[in-house]
């Protein structure tokens, strides 16, 4: 290793938390001139090396990781492995150095960015481009692939263009041999790949193959023809990689109508869920790209693969030779595309990485990285089923929390691993992933639901195994579990003020309630009903429908009857959107008689009809819009990581402080124990996105401010009524005593034949 050259000029290391600092300075027999990239594993620098006039780039691994043995063993073999490529189209690695306690690579320099870079800059490429690309790519796989090397992170930010156009496969600083291969081993508790690329296998933290290269080349394709990643309208990340495991191979064509069949029938084997039914070589998938670029118009393309006839001698450089016409060189300023990821697979482990959906590493100095066996947390919310859009946003901001925490070196010493389980939008499999998370996976914690349904299923577990569960959703009160911490609101810190909101200060008399049929909205009605009593105010009507229901016409019926000044809707899930839609279709809006929602914040909003939306309230203790330090950060490292179209809401924000209080408790107690954590989060308290927040030692409740939102045109909310402090949780409404409303609840749980949802209709 060289270790030579003149370092003085630029001293020690320069701070982690500037990258840009390292220009000017020296490493090893290196003048760096430049900043190209940070990623999951260092910053990339641009070179000079004087001895022989050629600039290079350089991938630095950060300090904090070159001490840890694990990781730089990891980085420096897979850096032997990848040296040994010599092919035109991957990225040559010159030399593995080291100058103090620098590990790096030396790399060529590819001068034309990445595909990502041109896509973002001017959209989707042509057919005949979008084609050419991946050729030049299944030809440096296919070199990769037999020295025994998978990728794992095929995307278009790893695609770099010379300045002649040609492709050169970047970053297979993730790649490793094929024979030793599990995902799980990569790093403890890290998944390595792209969430909008991943295969399958990945996402599922099953063993992979070259097959699992050819499955993100497939979906890369795809994003090269349309401009947009596969099924990046899913929703959340933790979707997005559900939807890679359960949903069909996209069509291109439902995007740009002309793109030939062939390319979507090379896109569905490519991507196929199976991957002995994908292609089952670079060379294989090569050869059927090749014929669509040989008759590019795609009318009458018989694609060898279907045919029966494969012919492996045909290869990229031969096609190439014949002269390609939709081949322009793409001159697009940008970086190196390197990223590196750590993420969840379903029933999986996580996670100590960053996506790549941000540009920025948050490098933090004299952090101590966490070297002893990990904590294991569980999160439990429905990634699937009526619930799913709501929920598994939440999943997203738990584990952002959870990153940020491994960043700051984990707790007591220790890293954080979190394993995701899905409720399905079912109570009875919230109670099955409960108990397996406790008893199997043996997490210290869970951090979950959302429905009160699915909550009081699991209670009666988290107390008969003395386990903890921090809850991060409003809900209607009439409970206090000590195997439960509260981060949503109580009735008294949002249902009750929306209500006198309504009365005093936009002068409602007339109130019709519409709910989900389940414990929630049942029990929040009753709070409302004797709020609307001692106003004075009058209950126009009142209508239930199961959840998930879409039979919402005998509702609209009843309010376009009954003639209210205002709805207050329960309403949970994708119910929502056939309610709103008859509501509208039936002539009601919002400035006429608007609707309070209890469970709609920005992420459903984004799920609605936003126009029609306009002018409707929402009443939470959070909005996106809240402009404080704090919830800018909160914001801003949200986007960073999963991308800047992405919104945040109440729930993921009471989830994402959560674990930052659960995290406080944790190290004051010193401890992973049940008993020590809940005694410790008995008066956590933090300034949060929303504001000041506390936990409350008496009820294990949270402090919280409401506030009232106005749905805007741009799907924000407009804060239109903030509480003067935060207010004191009451989980029991002083309306009734302590004795009424477990009486009633005990009633409706038994009418319901010991469910806590109504039964479903016969």
Request: glycine content about 10%; proline content about 6%; charged content about 20%.
């Given at each position: 290793?060289?270790?030579?050259?003149?370092?003085?000029?630029?001293?020690?290391?320069?701070?982690?938390?500037?990258?840009?600092?390292?220009?000017?300075?020296?490493?090893?027999?290196?003048?760096?001139?430049?900043?190209?990239?940070?990623?999951?594993?260092?910053?990339?620098?641009?070179?000079?090396?004087?001895?022989?006039?050629?600039?290079?780039?350089?991938?630095?691994?950060?300090?904090?990781?070159?001490?840890?043995?694990?990781?730089?063993?990891?980085?420096?073999?897979?850096?032997?492995?990848?040296?040994?490529?010599?092919?035109?189209?991957?990225?040559?690695?010159?030399?593995?150095?080291?100058?103090?306690?620098?590990?790096?690579?030396?790399?060529?320099?590819?001068?034309?960015?990445?595909?990502?870079?041109?896509?973002?800059?001017?959209?989707?490429?042509?057919?005949?481009?979008?084609?050419?690309?991946?050729?030049?790519?299944?030809?440096?796989?296919?070199?990769?692939?037999?020295?025994?090397?998978?990728?794992?992170?095929?995307?278009?930010?790893?695609?770099?263009?010379?300045?002649?156009?040609?492709?050169?496969?970047?970053?297979?600083?993730?790649?490793?041999?094929?024979?030793?291969?599990?995902?799980?081993?990569?790093?403890?508790?890290?998944?390595?790949?792209?969430?909008?690329?991943?295969?399958?296998?990945?996402?599922?933290?099953?063993?992979?193959?070259?097959?699992s290269d050819i499955y993100s080349l497939g979906a890369t394709y795809y994003a090269l023809l349309t401009g947009k990643s596969p099924y990046q309208d899913s929703g959340s990340v933790v979707q997005v990689m559900f939807a890679h495991c359960n949903s069909t191979p996209p069509d291109p064509r439902e995007i740009r109508k002309h793109i030939p069949a062939a390319c979507c029938q090379i896109i569905e084997r490519a991507m196929a869920a199976k991957p002995e039914d994908r292609y089952q070589s670079m060379d294989e998938m090569a050869e059927d790209l090749e014929s669509v670029l040989a008759a590019i118009s795609g009318v009458g393309i018989t694609l060898p693969s279907q045919s029966g006839v494969f012919n492996p001698t045909l290869t990229g450089e031969k096609m190439r030779s014949q002269g390609n016409p939709n081949r322009r060189s793409l001159l697009v300023a940008g970086g190196a595309g390197v990223a590196l990821l750590g993420l969840i697979g379903f029933g999986g482990r996580l996670l100590m990485g960053r996506t790549s959906g941000g540009s920025s590493e948050k490098p933090t100095?004299?952090?101590?990285?966490?070297?002893?066996?990990?904590?294991?947390?569980?999160?439990?919310?429905?990634?699937?089923?009526?619930?799913?859009?709501?929920?598994?946003?939440?999943?997203?901001?738990?584990?952002?929390?959870?990153?940020?925490?491994?960043?700051?070196?984990?707790?007591?010493?220790?890293?954080?691993?979190?394993?995701?389980?899905?409720?399905?939008?079912?109570?009875?499999?919230?109670?099955?992933?409960?108990?397996?998370?406790?008893?199997?996976?043996?997490?210290?914690?869970?951090?979950?639901?959302?429905?009160?349904?699915?909550?009081?299923?699991?209670?009666?577990?988290?107390?008969?195994?003395?386990?903890?569960?921090?809850?991060?959703?409003?809900?209607?009160?009439?409970?206090?579990?000590?195997?439960?911490?509260?981060?949503?609101?109580?009735?008294?810190?949002?249902?009750?003020?929306?209500?006198?909101?309504?009365?005093?200060?936009?002068?409602?008399?007339?109130?019709?309630?519409?709910?989900?049929?389940?414990?929630?909205?049942?029990?929040?009605?009753?709070?409302?009903?004797?709020?609307?009593?001692?106003?004075?105010?009058?209950?126009?009507?009142?209508?239930?429908?199961?959840?998930?229901?879409?039979?919402?016409?005998?509702?609209?019926?009843?309010?376009?009857?009954?003639?209210?000044?205002?709805?207050?809707?329960?309403?949970?899930?994708?119910?929502?959107?056939?309610?709103?839609?008859?509501?509208?279709?039936?002539?009601?809006?919002?400035?006429?008689?608007?609707?309070?929602?209890?469970?709609?914040?920005?992420?459903?909003?984004?799920?609605?009809?936003?126009?029609?939306?306009?002018?409707?309230?929402?009443?939470?203790?959070?909005?996106?819009?809240?402009?404080?330090?704090?919830?800018?950060?909160?914001?801003?490292?949200?986007?960073?990581?999963?991308?800047?179209?992405?919104?945040?809401?109440?729930?993921?924000?009471?989830?994402?402080?959560?674990?930052?209080?659960?995290?406080?408790?944790?190290?004051?107690?010193?401890?992973?124990?049940?008993?020590?954590?809940?005694?410790?989060?008995?008066?956590?308290?933090?300034?949060?996105?929303?504001?000041?927040?506390?936990?409350?030692?008496?009820?294990?409740?949270?402090?919280?401010?409401?506030?009232?939102?106005?749905?805007?045109?741009?799907?924000?909310?407009?804060?239109?009524?903030?509480?003067?402090?935060?207010?004191?949780?009451?989980?029991?409404?002083?309306?009734?005593?302590?004795?009424?409303?477990?009486?009633?609840?005990?009633?409706?749980?038994?009418?319901?034949?010991?469910?806590?949802?109504?039964?479903?209709?016969?």
């Amino acid at each position: 290793m060289d270790g030579g050259g003149d370092t003085t000029s630029g001293g020690a290391s320069p701070p982690r938390s500037d990258p840009e600092s390292w220009v000017g300075r020296r490493i090893g027999k290196y003048q760096i001139t430049d900043l190209l990239g940070v990623g999951g594993m260092g910053v990339v620098l641009k070179g000079y090396d004087a001895t022989i006039e050629r600039n290079v780039a350089i991938k630095v691994l950060p300090e904090e990781l070159s001490a840890n043995p694990q990781s730089l063993n990891r980085f420096l073999a897979e850096a032997k492995s990848a040296g040994k490529l010599n092919h035109p189209n991957t990225v040559t690695i010159y030399e593995i150095a080291q100058d103090g306690g620098n590990h790096f690579l030396v790399m060529e320099v590819v001068a034309g960015g990445s595909t990502e870079d041109h896509l973002e800059k001017s959209g989707a490429y042509s057919v005949g481009e979008a084609t050419q690309i991946v050729i030049d790519s299944c030809r440096g796989l296919a070199a990769a692939h037999k020295l025994g090397l998978v990728h794992r992170d095929i995307k278009p930010g790893n695609l770099l263009l010379t300045e002649t156009g040609t492709v050169k496969v970047a970053d297979f600083g993730l790649a490793k041999r094929a024979q030793t291969q599990t995902l799980q081993l990569t790093q403890q508790g890290q998944i390595v790949g792209t969430p909008y690329f991943m295969s399958p296998e990945q996402c599922e933290s099953r063993d992979v193959d070259a097959r699992s290269d050819i499955y993100s080349l497939g979906a890369t394709y795809y994003a090269l023809l349309t401009g947009k990643s596969p099924y990046q309208d899913s929703g959340s990340v933790v979707q997005v990689m559900f939807a890679h495991c359960n949903s069909t191979p996209p069509d291109p064509r439902e995007i740009r109508k002309h793109i030939p069949a062939a390319c979507c029938q090379i896109i569905e084997r490519a991507m196929a869920a199976k991957p002995e039914d994908r292609y089952q070589s670079m060379d294989e998938m090569a050869e059927d790209l090749e014929s669509v670029l040989a008759a590019i118009s795609g009318v009458g393309i018989t694609l060898p693969s279907q045919s029966g006839v494969f012919n492996p001698t045909l290869t990229g450089e031969k096609m190439r030779s014949q002269g390609n016409p939709n081949r322009r060189s793409l001159l697009v300023a940008g970086g190196a595309g390197v990223a590196l990821l750590g993420l969840i697979g379903f029933g999986g482990r996580l996670l100590m990485g960053r996506t790549s959906g941000g540009s920025s590493e948050k490098p933090t100095s004299g952090v101590v990285p966490p070297t002893g066996e990990p904590i294991k947390v569980g999160i439990l919310h429905s990634l699937s089923g009526t619930m799913s859009d709501s929920e598994s946003p939440v999943v997203d901001a738990a584990l952002l929390a959870i990153e940020e925490l491994n960043e700051e070196g984990g707790l007591i010493g220790r890293p954080l691993m979190a394993v995701v389980a899905d409720g399905r939008s079912d109570s009875a499999a919230f109670a099955r992933e409960a108990e397996r998370l406790i008893l199997q996976e043996k997490v210290c914690t869970v951090f979950g639901c959302w429905t009160s349904a699915s909550r009081k299923t699991v209670v009666p577990l988290f107390e008969k195994f003395d386990h903890l569960l921090v809850y991060p959703v409003q809900y209607e009160g009439i409970e206090e579990s000590p195997n439960v911490i509260y981060t949503g609101a109580t009735p008294n810190q949002q249902i009750i003020p929306a209500v006198k909101w309504a009365y005093a200060f936009e002068g409602k008399r007339r109130f019709f309630l519409v709910g989900s049929d389940y414990v929630f909205p049942r029990v929040a009605h009753e709070i409302i009903k004797d709020q609307l009593s001692e106003l004075g105010a009058d209950l126009a009507g009142e209508e239930f429908f199961a959840l998930g229901s879409t039979d919402v016409q005998s509702a609209v019926e009843m309010i376009l009857q009954s003639k209210p000044d205002v709805i207050l809707s329960t309403i949970n899930g994708d119910s929502n959107t056939a309610f709103f839609a008859e509501l509208r279709k039936a002539g009601v809006t919002a400035e006429e008689v608007p609707t309070i929602s209890f469970s709609i914040g920005e992420e459903e909003i984004r799920h609605l009809d936003v126009d029609a939306m306009a002018g409707d309230y929402a009443a939470w203790n959070y909005f996106q819009s809240i402009e404080s330090p704090e919830n800018e950060r909160f914001i801003a490292n949200f986007r960073s990581k999963y991308g800047p179209q992405r919104l945040v809401t109440d729930p993921m924000e009471a989830a994402y402080f959560g674990v930052k209080l659960w995290a406080s408790a944790v190290r004051d107690a010193q401890s992973t124990g049940t008993a020590e954590i809940r005694r410790s989060m008995r008066n956590q308290r933090m300034r949060a996105p929303e504001g000041e927040v506390r936990i409350d030692a008496a009820t294990q409740h949270t402090f919280k401010t409401p506030r009232i939102g106005q749905v805007r045109n741009d799907g924000q909310f407009e804060i239109v009524w903030t509480a003067a402090t935060p207010q004191s949780p009451d989980p029991y409404p002083a309306s009734r005593t302590t004795e009424q409303w477990r009486a009633f609840l005990h009633d409706l749980y038994a009418s319901w034949g010991d469910h806590w949802s109504a039964p479903a209709a016969q």
